[in-house]
Every structure is written in structure tokens, then in C-alpha cells.
């Protein structure tokens, strides 16, 4: 199916290579903004911190931008890790600690603790004045900031939008989030075509590229004895990356059922045996649900369950991002509903299974099985990604999703809309009507006569 290709007008840089735009405008920049340009960076989570890092170290070294670091949601949670520490491990100074009170974890709870994060940010960006806000993804936490700084005449940019992922509350969430931003960073043409054809402005939505994939082409590895001694592996086992984050649109019994399902199916599968790894029966890496709804419910269950497996099952609460990507190119699968299963394993040539609906409506490269969360399921998913016709098209894998060079474009184009003469026109955000759509009487039943 051909892929449908965003539009980018020449004026508005994105590729690598708009850099050459350069002494001129920064020359002007300078004239008009002597003050570096201030850029506050929204993190919620470990995962998605994980996936800005890169980003965050560009802004912070580019002597025209001041970086702001804004951490909230799990990063604060004892339970969920306090992962705030890698950031500062990372030599990040945190700006602001937006609180997310997360109580009991249920969505009461969450709601509130919205409220909370709203008048965090209110307060913290009252204090920093930031000239715009960076926010990745699809988490709820994005929904107070960013509102915060609608009202706060602070615009927004958001990187990943456009995707679609049904089975989760997120869906509604990044479209929302689409809606408060001026300025947009896809991961893929498809997802660029969608914000399209939400209205944004085509000079305003800018193909980029994941940028998970910065850490591949960026960051440092560890070797598989290295990776086993600091995991407490067995280096001769083959290993399975394994999470399960909770699907936000069923309930807490479906999620823990297939957390249940999942485990015992690893447990019963059969030896591995595929060329490059180790044979043997799998030895799962579980790292941590998420802080959405039942996510301390599934990371208690899997405690559990490696209190009852110590050799075959070992849970982390957090691997950071070294860690994270050298087990990518170490396990001999990855197995669950992480969107790193999406949008990282095709780099890593890694088979992967993905498990019910949390992330429907990606797209699946090759090296990606999908099945339901059921033992049985899982079992026949396995096998899938041990057969030499899987393993040829899984080897064979390529990604839709950039070339690792993502953070790079977006500094590019922060740098060229926050210029003194264009962040105020980056504040009035257009709605661009598409004429296909107004024209099309299948497309406007609405219009037709009564």
C-alpha cells in the first residue's frame, strides 16, 4: 500500500540539512532576542524520557536555546522508580517538578491528580517563562501541561502525533493534544498525513522520524556479559524482553488475566532455537507497567510471579536508557505491548510479539507477530517467531520510521519558528479545511439537505 506523503513547504526546516540556513538568521535572531531562546522539555515517564534524551542534550549544548527541564507524573513515584534520578544521573538540571499526586492509582485518583499537574505547571511556568513547550506522545499528563499553556500563551510542539493506537485512552488523548499544539513532529508519513487531515497547517507539521532511534545511531551499548552481570542474567539462556502496560479501554480483570496468560505462556514455551542465540528456554526480562489505570496491579502480579520463578522471570523497575537498547539487540525477542515493540525493534531486526490491542492502528513491519492475550495465543506467537520463514522476513525488516537523525530536524525547525518574527505567528494556529473533504458528498453527510 503506497504511503501517503506530508506536506512540507521549502520556508519551514526539517531535514538534517535546513542548518544551512544559518549565520544570516541567527545574526537576525540575536539582533531582535539577545537572550538565548528558553524551551521547556515535558517528561512524564522513563520510557518517554528515554526517547528524548537525545533532543534535550541537543537544546542544552545549542548556545541560542536554554533548556527546561519539566518532570512530572511517574518520574516523582517512589513506586514507579523515582526515575527523576536518570535524568540528573544524565547531567540534566530539572527546572520544575510538576506534582501528579497519583493516590490509590484508580482513575478517580488520576483525574485528580491532573488537576493537581495543572496547577503545577501553572505555577511553574509562571516562574520560568518558557517561549515554547516541548511534549512528546500520548500520556495524560500531557493534557494539564499543555492546557496550562494554551491559556499561558505558550506554544506548543508536539512530537508524535498523528499516530493512532485504539485499544488504549491515549488515542484520545494525543489527537487532544494535536488540537493545543502550533507546531508538530511526526514519526511517519502516514501519521503526518493524518495531522493534515485534522486542519494543521502543512508548514507547520514537519516529517521527522522517531526518536527513539536517535539513541540507536547515538548512544553507547553494553555487550551481552556486561548486560547479563548488571541484570543478574544467565548469559546462556536465551532471553525475552518482556511488558505489559495496562489496555486503559478494558477493565482491571482483562488486563491482569492477560498479565496471567502472557507469564505462563513464556513459562511453558518450548526451548528457543534460532541461529545468532543461545538455546535454551527463555529467561524473561519484565521491566515495569506504565502509571496508567492497573498499572501497579500488573507490576504486583509480576513480582509475585518472579518471587515464584527467581530463574526464569526477572523483574526491573527501570533499565535506563543504555540498558533498554542493548537489551534490544541482545534478547531473542521481545514479547508484549510496548510501543518500543513498534517503533524500535525493526532496527534491531528483533522478533517481536505484539500482544492485544493496546497498540492497534501501528503499523507492523515484518519482524512484528500480533495475537491475543491468551495463553494459547501467546504459545502459537512463539512459535511464529522461531520458524525460518519468520526469522528471513524479521532479518529483512526495514523502518518506516526515520533514519536516527530526528532530534536533529527538530532543532533545526524549533530554531527557525522561534525566531522573534515567527513564535508570534507560531501563537495564531490556522485550521486548514481540506477542499477533498468539504467537496466529497460521501465525506459531508452533514450537508446534504434535510
Known amino acids: 500500500m503506497p504511503r501517503a506523503k506530508a506536506q512540507r513547504p521549502k520556508d519551514s526546516p526539517g531535514q538534517a540539512d535546513a542548518a544551512d540556513h544559518a549565520p544570516e538568521e541567527n545574526a537576525a535572531r540575536k539582533a531582535l532576542w539577545p537572550r538565548p ?49 536518570n535524568i540528573e544521573e ?51 499528563e500531557l493534557l494539564p501541561v499543555c492546557g496550562a499553556a494554551l491559556v499561558m500563551d505558550i506554544p506548543v510542539a508536539h512530537i508524535s502525533g498523528g499516530d493512532i493506537t485504539e485499544g488504549a485512552i491515549d488515542d484520545q488523548i494525543r489527537h487532544a493534544v494535536t488540537k493545543l499544539a502550533s507546531l508538530h513532529f511526526p514519526g511517519s508519513a502516514e501519521s503526518a498525513a493524518r495531522l493534515l487531515q485534522m486542519g494543521e497547517a502543512p508548514e507547520r507539521v514537519i516529517l521527522v522520524g522517531e526518536l527513539g532511534l536517535d539513541g540507536f545511531m547515538r548512544g553507547p551499548r553494553l555487550d551481552r556479559r556486561a548486560l547479563a552481570k548488571d541484570l543478574g542474567l544467565d548469559e546462556a539462556r536465551p532471553w525475552a524482553l518482556v511488558t505489559w502496560h495496562p489496555e486503559t479501554k478494558a477493565s482491571l480483570e482483562y488486563n491482569l488475566r492477560a498479565a496471567h496468560d502472557i507469564m505462563a505462556a ?41 518471587s515464584r520463578h527467581p530463574h526464569d522471570i526477572l523483574v526491573r523497575d527501570n533499565l535506563g536508557p543504555v540498558r533498554y537498547i542493548s537489551m534490544l539487540h541482545e534478547a531473542a525477542c521481545m514479547v508484549g505491548n510496548s510501543s518500543s515493540g ?12 505484539n500482544i492485544g490491542d493496546r497498540q492497534k492502528g501501528r503499523f507492523l513491519t515484518p519482524n512484528i507477530v500480533q495475537c491475543a492475550p491468551t495463553q494459547a495465543a501467546v504459545l502459537r506467537g512463539l512459535a511464529t517467531l522461531q520458524s525460518p520463514e519468520f526469522r528471513e522476513k524479521s532479518n529483512h525488516a526495514a523502518s518506516p520510521y526515520g533514519d536516527g537523525r530526528a532530534s536533529e530536524r527538530v532543532l533545526n525547525s524549533l530554531k527557525f519558528w522561534l525566531a522573534p518574527e515567527r513564535i ?5 494556529k490556522p485550521f486548514v479545511t481540506l477542499p477533498a473533504v468539504l467537496n466529497s458528498k460521501e465525506q459531508r453527510p452533514f450537508l446534504s439537505p434535510l
Open 424 to 428: 508570534q505567528e507560531l501563537k495564531r
Open 266 to 306: 513464556l513459562l511453558k514455551a518450548p526451548e528457543w532455537s534460532a541461529p545468532g542465540m543461545p538455546k535454551g528456554r527463555l529467561q524473561c526480562l519484565v521491566t515495569y507497567a506504565n502509571a496508567d489505570y492497573g498499572g501497579r496491579e500488573i507490576n504486583a502480579f509480576m513480582n509475585a510471579a518472579a
Open 90 to 140: 544524565d547531567g540534566f538540571r530539572i527546572a520544575a517538578r510538576l506534582p501528579f499526586p497519583m493516590g490509590a492509582g484508580g482513575r478517580r485518583d488520576l483525574a485528580l491528580g491532573m488537576a493537581a499537574c495543572a496547577q503545577g505547571a501553572a505555577l511553574a511556568f509562571d516562574e520560568l517563562k518558557p517561549d515554547m513547550l516541548i511534549a512528546l506522545g500520548d500520556r495524560y
Open 342 to 353: 513498534i517503533f524500535e525493534s525493526p532496527t534491531a531486526k528483533l522478533p517481536t510479539l
Open 37 to 85: 531562546a528558553r524551551v521547556a522539555v515535558l517528561t512524564a515517564t522513563r520510557a518517554e524520557y528515554g526517547l528524548l534524551r537525545w533532543l534535550m542534550r541537543d537544546i542544552d549544548q545549542d548556545p541560542d536555546l536554554e533548556l527546561q527541564v519539566c518532570a512530572t507524573g511517574a518520574h516523582l513515584a517512589p513506586e514507579f522508580g523515582e526515575t527523576w534520578r
